[in-house]
């Protein structure tokens, strides 16, 4: 091999930054998640150079960030789904007398997790891993009372917690509200899937304010730290719990040693520090300001894409509950006109020159500012004009 055949790292790099895309979905974790400040980056410098115990600073930053916000205790995870998995694992511990038996997870597997039946989400299988079954309660459209009452006294000793995911304002499911009354009227815990809730600020601590027993967040949206973080926010004895069987601890038997449901979902010291860093950073935005900034992007976006075809027409709307959240962020809502499909025109987006990520409900295509920078605009522009009025064959487009 010649020199000039070696694979060297710079070229690798180079390779690396030329896969960019443009992210007009958002906090996406396919698409790298978000970017992080420097003062997150420089918290990994920060901790890099020097070993510690890991437990130790775990327990740290969960009760430095507990402080901080004001709620009994937190835990930085891998992520949101880490922290289902994680919450659901300590609770069978808890059950258990607080002994990591060599059959938890059996124990595990006899028990529910119960969940409405609308909150049928893409993260839901994720209670499985930890052991517990999933059992649903209520219709497609709409979830009683009774409903939830019922599957509870139909499953006497087995409800282990009920998973509630932030889908607010997901029509015919039963509010936060009543599904923590209710639960608590029978002594079962409840865990809050707030993963992409965020912003606005305030329900960082809202859900845990409202007596949730576990709130999950990822770090790697808003929040504003590495893709793989998340924060765990919940009841000390419960957080207690998460600490022991989680990644970062180990227990010595007579036969060796023994690790716990928690390694494979491990933070490095980075991690743990940079998530401190970036929740630091979240608190500080000015939301107002962070907002205008987004719905003047939008409106930018949405007048320049009226501006490409006088057929097409683009505005800045609202999201729905059923959008990529978190749904306070307006969206630039683009209509087409008869025989143009919104999916075809998104799909052909992606093959640009700079693919560029948008997605489509109902027929019609949409932008999320959210992970957009000022260049973006021109080549969302360009890209959109190519995408309508050329073939694919013609230059800017990659087949
Ligand atoms: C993003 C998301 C998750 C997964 O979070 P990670 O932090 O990526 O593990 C779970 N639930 C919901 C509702 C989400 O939006």
Not at 301 to 324: K, L
Not at 373 to 395: C, F, Q, R, V
């Amino acid at each position: 091999m010649n020199d000039q055949e070696e694979p060297i790292l710079a070229d690798f790099l180079k390779l690396v930054r030329s896969m960019r895309v443009i992210n007009g979905i958002g906090t996406m974790t396919f698409l790298g998640g978000n970017r992080v400040s420097d003062e997150v980056i420089e918290s990994m410098k920060y901790v890099n150079d020097i070993f510690l115990n890991m437990q130790d600073l775990s327990r740290t930053a969960g009760e430095y960030i507990a402080r901080r916000i004001g709620v009994d205790a937190a835990c930085i995870t891998a992520g949101a789904a880490s922290g289902t998995v994680l919450g659901i694992a300590a609770l069978i511990y808890l059950r258990g007398g607080g002994k990591y038996t060599r059959d938890i997870l059996e124990q595990g597997r006899k028990m529910l997790i119960a969940v409405q039946k609308p909150h049928r989400t893409e993260f839901r299988d994720l209670i499985y891993i930890a052991g517990p079954e999933l059992r649903e309660f209520g219709d497609t459209d709409i979830v009683t009372e009774e409903s939830m009452r019922k599957v509870i006294e139909d499953n006497p000793g087995r409800i282990l917690a009920i998973m509630h995911y932030a889908f607010e304002p997901m029509p015919g499911t039963l509010p936060l509200e009543s599904v923590l009354r209710i639960a608590h009227s029978y002594g079962i815990p409840v865990i809050v899937d707030a993963a992409a809730e965020l912003p606005p600020k305030e329900s960082l601590t809202r859900y845990y304010k409202m007596g949730s027993d576990i709130v999950l967040f990822s770090g790697g949206k808003m929040l504003g730290g590495l893709s793989n973080s998340g924060l765990m926010i919940g009841r000390k004895e419960i957080i207690d719990a998460v600490h022991e069987i989680g990644p970062l601890n180990e227990e010595n038997t007579d036969e060796g040693t023994r690790i716990f449901i928690g390694r494979p979902m491990k933070v490095s010291k980075e991690t743990i520090v940079s998530t401190v860093a970036a929740i630091e950073n979240f608190l500080r935005i000015d939301e107002d300001a962070w907002l205008s900034r987004i719905i003047k992007m939008a409106d930018t976006i949405a007048e320049m894409i009226s501006g490409i075809d006088p057929d097409i027409s683009a505005r800045v709307v609202m999201p729905q509950w059923n959008h990529p959240r978190p749904v306070n962020i307006p969206r630039v809502q683009v209509s087409f006109p008869q025989g143009i499909v919104a999916k075809e025109v998104s799909f052909r987006l992606r093959k640009f020159r700079i693919p560029i990520y948008t997605y489509c409900m109902e027929d019609k295509l949409y932008i999320n500012p959210q992970c957009l920078e000022d260049d973006d605009i021109p080549l969302i522009i360009e890209g959109l004009s190519h995408a309508l009025h050329s073939e694919k064959e013609e230059t800017g487009w990659r087949n």
